[in-house]
């Protein structure tokens, strides 16, 4: 696959001196063309400058910024073959939905036939045929968002920048244009990069995940495998719900990247130990495990044992809220079933999990 | 509109001092224009359209029956509305970019230049008018440097003329133009600028395309504030422009004042009134209108 955009030691700071604010550390980043790419992070961590700079809205200060490998950085927004879809949608309120998906094509000189079938063909993409003339303020804020998408995807370009464009819509709406989104995104073939801070949104239709705190990219991968191997305490605690549990390492090492933690209750558990940290034999570690990961087995069996305390009824699931033996909480996750009741706070259950679900963590 | 029955009585007080300082006097400018000229000055109650003649015809003071067009006041007329038009249009200019200026500031320092701007309306108008002509006058300022530093060798004639005038007025009526620009910039969403760029717009493209259709609000409102006082204005026209670039204003207190002749002064003030009337709908119908959008 060929690199669409490259970024290469890219900073940003705003401010001079020992007042300045680095947006950016240090960001070194490749998207694929075709990619559907997500920026991922609280807000304030910089994944809407890193989008600004890549619309030419912002400039590095230092660092490379090439689409298609050409050299694009001092390039203004409107020499890059990119078009962004914003946050507040910024259609323009004076112009019908029309001449707001035109109005790209008409800046770039098209002919009036060529922009007049282009827009017809964007209206039916997004389903707004019906809506050609009405203003901005007169269509929903769905409506809103489906125009501001085709207006973005009417010039074709060869990316599509999205900051944050579902945060307005309410979570039904939401959800039926994420797999719009994926959908076009599927069937126009652009490079899509997606700016969130909704965890779930972000695993549901990227094919890669860059997690960015405080300027800088903390991992980048697939969405299983962020979930899965999340790098650090941040991205754990960030994408998805996780147990912390503070564990003696008792061996390192068995077999690479392997390692035999003493749980709570004095049984061991072999957990996966990443290579970049290597703490002491005997020293309590931080180890995670998924709430889903984990299984009740009767009292007395499994790994562990422990108390239920609270029950938090989720719909399709229930959230355990346990103690176990050593007064560490833990959250297990059970699905509903109407057969199986779920247990009563001060029911004492035994917790299994299957091998690789623990993982020891960088602090 | 239950106990809401007495709340009308709340703008009672402003109705009054409207009826009696408004509609009152406009009332009797219009009955006058109908009465014949007293010898000193003031009415005699003889019913009389030769006032409304008068206004745009003259006749002959030997034989009072030979007609002819009165084109002094014609041209009054047309100078009055030429130099009104070149006032909104040079303030219209000059504001655009100082409010855009201004609207792009951080929050807190855009009070100061607000404040800055509204600075000259703290002087009496009279006194402002002066000091232009104080600058302007063929021994004033302007030309003193000028002859001093040796660029001319005779002063440049700039008081009494059109351009003195223009000068004064734009100078007068430019923070009329630059508060409702900048009012209406402010609420303008900037990410549409931004999304102008994205879309491939040049610069001069995101103004005209983008940033003036949405300031238009602003321009209309600047444009009324502006246009409608310069074509009644007298200080400005009476000081700098003197007797050869009269306006409106000018000749309708002339009326009153030595012509002693207050129907064909009334009959004046009444036909500004209409004009002022008439090009503000003409110009809302025109420029008001929410262009190039079609209705399904």
Known sequence: MSQEIEITGLNKSFGQGAAAFHALRAIDLTIATGEFFTLLGPSGCGKTTLLRIIAGFEEPSTGVLRINGKDVTGLGPDKRPINTVFQSYALFPHMSVAQNIGFGLKMLGKPKSEIKATVAEMLQLVRMEAMADRLPSEISGGQQQRVAL????????????????????????????????KRLQTETGITFVFVTHDQEEALTMSDRIAVMSAGEILQLGPPQEIYNAPVNRFVADFIGDTNFLRLRLRVKAVAAGEAVLELPGGKQASARLPASISPPVGSLVTAVIRPEQAEPTPAGQGEMQAVVASATFFGTDTHLHLLLDDAQGFVLRRQNRPDQPSPAPGTKLGLTFAPGALRVLED | M??????????????????????????????????????????????????????????????????????????????????????????????????????????????????????????NLLIRTFAIQEMIRNNGTINAVLLWTGVIDSPIQMMFTEFAVLLGMAYVFLPLMVLPLYAAMEKMDFSLVEAGYDLYA???????????????????????????????????????????????????????????????????????????????????????????????
């Open chain 2, 202 to 296: 040049s610069r001069l493209n995101v103004l005209w395309h983008v940033i003036l259709p949405q300031v238009k609000p602003g321009f209309i409102a600047g444009s009324i504030l502006v246009f409608i006082p310069a074509i009644g204005a007298y200080v400005t026209p009476r000081i700098l422009g003197g007797g050869r670039t009269m306006m409106l204003g000018n000749l309708i207190a002339l009326q009153f004042g030595q012509g002693r002749n207050w129907p064909l002064g009334a009959a004046l003030a009444l036909l500004m009134l209409v004009m002022v009337v008439g090009a503000l709908i003409f110009y809302l119908r025109v420029v008001g209108r929410n262009d190039g959008v079609r209705r399904g």
């Open chain 2, 2 to 123: 239950r106990g809401h029955g007495w709340k009308w009585l709340l703008c009672t007080p402003a109705l009054i001092v409207l009826l009696l300082a408004a509609s009152g006097p406009l009332l009797i400018v219009a009955v006058y224009s109908f009465l014949s000229p007293g010898n000193m000055g003031g009415v005699v109650w003889d019913f009389s359209l030769e006032a409304w003649f008068r206004v745009f015809f003259r006749r002959d003071i030997f034989e009072p029956d030979q007609v002819e067009l009165n084109t002094a006041h014609l041209q009054v007329f047309w100078r009055s509305v030429w130099l009104s038009l070149q006032t909104t249009f040079i303030c219209a200019f000059l504001g655009f970019p100082t409010a855009w200026f201004i609207a792009t500031r951080p929050r807190h320092t855009r009070t100061v230049w607000l404040f800055l701007i509204t600075i000259p309306f703290w002087t």
């Open chain 1, 150 to 181: 085709a207006r973005a995807l009417a010039p074709r370009p060869r990316v599509l920048l999205l900051d944050e464009p579902l945060s307005a819509l309410d979570l039904k709406l939401r959800k039926e244009m994420q797999s719009e989104l």
